[in-house]
């Protein structure tokens, strides 16, 4: 168990902050970024799941406690995955367990799930709509930035991302996508689609 005592410590006013194992680095360090953009997904998913309370369509919504119980374990694995992120693979401590293939085949095996109950797509979908789903679409965006920042992690001499790590951030932005448009769908809302250029100036002659 985590014993928190105290937040402010004054060690990071040199613009230098401790991972995992203690060692010392800038703040603006890759490995600080990523962690750091991590939680920031996990922020906006706490957001979501606010905004799912007290959506005033919630009450045609007849399955919230499902998607705010997959968003909850999402959160959960979220600060697993920062833990880790926060030290080199070889420094994690041992009795820190790990995120592994069970999680990130559960995600898809949940998108699986929805989409059985929505329509194929037939263009690309707006990041819009209610709250929940619109705050959904800035985590998806965020998400695949720390994938990104983990794939560019590992182009660095000596640093390491796990492969699950990836594996993970890679199917929850997916996942993310998909559980906005179920979530529109069980409210009765109507998905916003892009219009390409051309057909938009077709419409206006």
């Not at 970024?33 to 045609?60: A, K």
């Not at 707006?126 to 985590?139: D, E, K, Q, Y």
Request: aromatic fraction near 6%.
């Amino acid at each position: 168990m985590v014993r928190i005592t105290r937040v402010h410590t004054g060690t990071g006013d040199d613009g230098e902050t401790s991972l995992l194992d203690g060692t010392r680095v800038p703040k603006n360090h890759p490995r600080v970024s990523l962690y750091g953009t991590i939680d920031e997904v996990n922020s906006l998913i706490g957001v979501v799941r606010m905004e799912l309370e007290r959506m005033p369509g919630i009450t045609r919504f007849h399955r919230p406690d499902e998607a705010n119980h997959a968003l909850g374990i999402v959160q959960q694995e979220l600060f697993d995955i920062g833990g880790e992120c926060s030290c080199p693979p070889n420094n994690i401590p041992k009795q820190i367990e790990l995120v592994g293939i069970e999680e990130c085949d559960r995600l898809i095996n949940e998108m699986d799930m929805w989409l059985e109950d929505l329509e194929p797509l037939e263009s690309f979908i707006l990041p819009t709509g209610s709250a929940p789903v619109a705050v959904l679409h800035v985590a998806r965006t965020v998400a695949r930035r720390a994938e990104r920042e983990a794939c560019g992690l590992r182009e660095i001499d000596g640093e390491e991302v796990r492969d699950e790590v990836i594996f993970y951030l890679n199917r929850l932005s997916d996942w993310l996508f998909v559980l906005g448009r179920w979530i529109t769908m069980n409210t009765g809302e109507k998905e916003k689609l892009w219009t390409p250029l051309g057909k938009r100036n077709s419409k206006s002659e």
